[in-house]
């Protein structure tokens, strides 16, 4: 088996994994239409059976998706303001073959996320505002702090499959779609541009520290060139 995204620029495969978001909308009969100057927070109006709602999509090749706590976690960045959550995530991070679609109220979300950021605080970890917070899709039983809150495909199925191949077909003009379609933002989806600030060592330290419930210098990282 083999990475399929593998040699794509991280613009083409967030582009491709948002398109691939709304397909799996529409296949469920919902109309999108883009609400302007939000960038990579991806926020949609989204509408069926003549109801409208607030969306937004979210992308992950880890099965982990993110949104910021505000104010000590009382409030959440860009969740807040949606009815809806969307996300788009490969079936496998080492070898994804397929896209999978999911879409959530926007409470259980928030009800998850609460649950994470309580116990990920509780447990005397850091979490930083207006940063993004990681939950798992899948259920995580490793009964760590940052298990909270995870296993919401449990209650939610995926509403579509998308084949990344089939993704793949067009794939050149849909980068420079991608390219016209971001716009200056704040970046929400960590890693969704090559031009991403570098990761230190010391971020990459807190970062593994929250996902394993471990403090950082229990973290060991070796970089080879």
Known sequence: MVDR????????????????????????????DRV??????????????????????????DRWFAFPPLENGAKWKTLDEVEVVIVAAVDDRDEPENVEVYIFPAAEVRKRFD????????AGQTVRTNFGMWVSLD?????????????????YKAVAVFPI?????????????ALEEVEADTVEDMGALDNDPPLTIAEAKRRLALTFGVTPANIKITVEA
């Open 36 to 61: 302007p100057g939000r960038g990579l927070s991806n926020i949609w109006n989204i509408t069926k059976d003549g109801k409208t709602q607030k969306a937004s999509i979210r992308t992950t090749r």
């Open 5 to 32: 995204l593998k040699g794509l620029s991280e613009t083409v495969k967030w582009h491709l994994m948002v398109q691939a978001a709304k397909r799996g909308a529409e296949a469920e009969g919902y109309t999108l």
């Open 165 to 177: 191949p089939d993704l793949l077909a067009g794939a050149e003009p849909a980068a420079a779609a």
């Open 139 to 155: 259920h995580d039983a490793r009964n760590i702090p940052a298990s909270a809150g995870s296993g919401i495909i449990d209650k």
């Open 115 to 122: 649950a994470a950021f309580a116990s990920r605080t509780g």
